[in-house]
């Protein structure tokens, strides 16, 4: 059975590089940096080195890098720690809608601790537009959190534009969530202007268990976790030195491969989009053209008609992984927030599929995707109620005979 | 341990009774694809029996499997039996769902009835 992973969103593989550079760290230097001994001081250069190499893959300096344990850590952090670090100057915090879950509930928590928010619309392109956080912006914003890039449509945004504009016309810091992005696309903070950034080892084919986040000199945050003297105080915990190193080694590698990755990936998604778009009519691509400001390997289609689960559940019998942000591939079981604020039509969006490219991937993959996708959404319009009614009547179906539109949510959540 | 049991992947993958009856006794439809699940059933009646069951689902894996096992359970039903078909009976005959999925996608019982009382309309019953 072939396996083609294409969720690289979700976690990529290790690199062998990756996992050859951590080994020393499980095997024979165990020791806990804090500790003054020759162990701890191996694991102490260890730790120290990494910090230089994960800093510069976003060129920032040394000791602007808090390491966490995942994306989610490192936004958790940004959020809660420089909103609590600055309340005494203001309450109002900006995001934006399609943020990822880490934002958005961190968020959340600090409204219910009596912080104020706006979250920002996008366009249906997933572009947050720069007059919508110009008229956002208030003299008691204290914190604005907008993502590099969207793990999920792939949009990436001006953040230089809204950074120098959160500065022109406010006093906030700058927090951007720079997970999918960082180690796939050019990541410099000093041009982007922001004062926090936060990176993840697992998207870029190093470890689960090591992220980072970048917090500008000077800036204050403050600890989510209290302990010990670790990571300048900003963060307790023994280091995990292997995952840390293993981080270390995959910024590397990204910014050494980084132009030749994007240039793969590039050709590899520009086949599978127009393959899909040549062979499957009714199907409309989520997100930015490509050519456009779209990661290189986002692949993100609505398939009208059929229901996301049910596609990447047949897309998985063929060995092909695959995500959907539909209602029922969600634990939620809700459409996408992502696709929601695009203004996805939620009946189209049931039947969202995502492709993740990684380097790994191959043109021979791709044409076994191109082969076997388009035969399984045909499959499953031929058993779609909402299809028949399409071929027959070159309509859409709403609600049919026997159907009581209004009861019918009875079984789904709809926000109305 | 697999999100669907192999009952159900076996009824998503290989569904029976897929398609319409042209000249269907009852018709019933649950569901709508805002919500991303919508089944309509078609059902022949003759002498007060299920003689045909088919269907055409839109929807997750357990909607789809769902739709099959109720078009499998009711074909030979007497009418009467058919609409003591529950949806709980329809989840135990798969083998069970995931919690999530029993309120959401398994809606195949009350469609087969509501092409029933279709069928009863139609009919005067």
Do not use: W
Request: net charge negative.
């Amino acid at each position: 059975m072939k396996q083609i992973y294409l969720d690289n969103q979700s976690n990529t593989k290790i690199d062998d590089r990756v996992f050859e550079a951590m080994k020393p760290y499980f095997l024979e230097f165990y020791g806990n940096p804090q500790s003054i001994y020759s162990l701890g001081a191996v694991s102490k250069d260890a730790l120290e080195d990494a910090r230089g190499k994960v800093a510069e893959l976003i060129n920032a300096d040394t000791n602007e890098i808090i390491f966490t344990s995942c994306g989610t850590e490192s936004n958790n952090l940004a959020l809660k720690g420089i909103a609590n670090a600055l309340k005494l100057s203001g309450k109002h915090i900006i995001v934006s809608q399609i943020e990822h879950f880490s934002v958005l509930n961190s968020v959340k928590k600090l409204e219910k601790e009596g912080f104020e928010a706006t979250y920002l619309p996008v366009d249906n392109k997933g572009n947050v537009l720069a007059e919508d956080l110009q008229k956002a912006l208030r003299p008691d914003t204290i914190l604005v959190s907008i993502q590099l890039a969207n793990t999920e449509v792939g949009t990436i945004q001006n953040i230089k534009e809204l950074a120098q504009l959160t500065k022109q016309n406010s006093k906030a810091v700058f927090h951007t969530d720079a997970v999918a992005a960082a180690g796939v696309i050019p990541v410099d903070v000093k041009d982007l202007g922001v004062d926090a950034l936060s990176f993840s080892s697992s998207v870029i084919y190093g470890p689960k268990g090591a992220a980072a986040l970048y917090i500008k000199k000077g800036a204050k945050i403050i600890p989510q976790l209290d302990g010990g003297v670790q990571e300048f105080s900003k963060r307790a915990g023994t280091e995990n030195i292997p995952a840390i190193a293993g981080f270390a080694k995959a910024c590397e590698i990204a910014k050494a491969e980084l132009a030749k990755n994007k240039t793969h990936l590039e050709t590899l998604r520009n086949k599978l989009i127009k393959g899909l778009q040549e062979k499957i009519e009714n199907i409309y691509l989520n997100g930015a053209a490509a050519g456009e400001n779209r990661l290189a390997g986002n692949v993100n289609f609505s398939v009208e008609f059929v229901e996301g689960e049910s596609l990447f559940l047949l897309l998985d019998a063929k060995g092909i992984m695959a995500a959907s942000g539909s209602a029922c591939a969600n634990k939620n079981l809700k459409l996408s927030h992502v696709l929601n604020a695009m203004n996805v039509d939620v009946a189209v969006g049931q039947g969202s599929i995502l492709f993740t490219l990684s380097k790994y991937n191959t043109q021979g993959e791709i044409d076994y995707v191109l082969e076997e996708f388009p035969k399984i959404v045909q499959r499953l319009r031929d058993m779609s109620p909402l299809y028949s009614h399409f071929v027959k009547t070159g309509e859409r179906k709403k609600a049919g005979p026997g159907t009581d539109f209004d009861h019918d949510h009875d079984h789904c959540d709809i926000e109305e | 341990m697999p999100f669907y049991s192999e009952k159900v992947m076996d009824h998503f993958a290989n569904p029976r009774n897929v398609g319409e009856i042209k000249d269907a006794d009852g018709v019933g439809e649950v569901g709508n694809p805002v919500c991303g699940d919508m089944m309509t059933f078609y059902v022949k009646i003759k002498d007060n029996k299920l003689e045909d069951v088919k269907f055409k689902t839109f929807g997750c894996g357990a909607a789809i499997a769902v739709s099959s096992m109720v078009s499998e359970m009711a074909i030979g039903k007497t009418v009467q039996e058919a609409l003591k078909i529950t949806n709980a009976d329809v989840a135990a005959e798969l083998g069970g769902l995931p919690p999530n999925k029993m309120h959401c996608s398994n809606l195949g019982a009350d469609a087969l009835h509501k092409a029933i009382e279709d069928y009863e309309k139609k009919h005067g019953k």
